[in-house]
């Protein structure tokens, strides 16, 4: 019995060991690539301002994204066609979903193995002020690994340019 325990003790002591490298590899992995990630998130929006429409990023979606897009990949995003053209990307953050502020948001066992399966999967967030001809955009970029490439998980851009004022509601007024 003893040298059952102590074998199957030998055995948790690998496992623990095999999964801690397994982990180490993939935070090296995707430290290495910090720089392609920014270049794709800043090449996705740069392609996107274009034209403002979805369709002219497609290939760059991930497989599960591009099948839920799929009913408005043409049309236009007019609320972001005031922005214009992209001109640059300022402050730059790449977030590994290993990093200690998605960590500290953790509230429940479902949440820990989400964002487990997303690091396993070597998901980043890559956040970044956008300049654009017509002000300024908050991006925010989800990008997660599909076979060898990375690919854009989601896109989320919040202009810092005021919208315009809805003209007031007319009032008809009867004499009759």
Avoid at 110 to 121: A, D, Q, T, Y
Avoid at 144 to 153: I, S, V
Wanted: proline fraction near 5%; aromatic fraction near 10%; glycine fraction near 4%.
């Amino acid at each position: 019995m003893r040298t059952f325990l102590a074998s199957l003790g030998f055995l948790f002591a690998v496992l623990i060991v095999f999964c801690a490298s397994f982990l180490a590899t993939v935070v090296a992995d995707i430290d290495s690539h910090t720089a392609d990630y920014e270049t794709l998130a800043v090449d996705v929006t740069r392609k996107l301002s274009k034209t403002w429409t979805l369709a002219d990023i497609e290939e760059h979606y991930a497989a599960d994204a591009r099948e839920e897009l799929q009913p408005v990949l043409g049309y236009p995003l007019d609320s972001l066609k005031q922005l214009g053209a992209f001109e640059a990307a300022e402050i730059i953050e790449v977030e590994p979903r290993w990093s200690r502020n998605l960590w500290a948001q953790v509230s429940s066992a479902g949440v820990f193995f989400e964002r487990l399966s997303e690091m396993i999967n070597r998901s980043v967030r890559v956040t970044f002020v956008a300049r654009f001809k017509g002000g300024l955009a908050d991006v925010v970029a989800e990008l997660k690994r599909e076979g060898k490439a990375m690919k854009l998980w989601r896109l989320r851009i919040d202009s810092r340019q005021p919208r315009p004022a809805a003209p007031p509601p007319r009032r008809v007024i009867s004499h009759a």
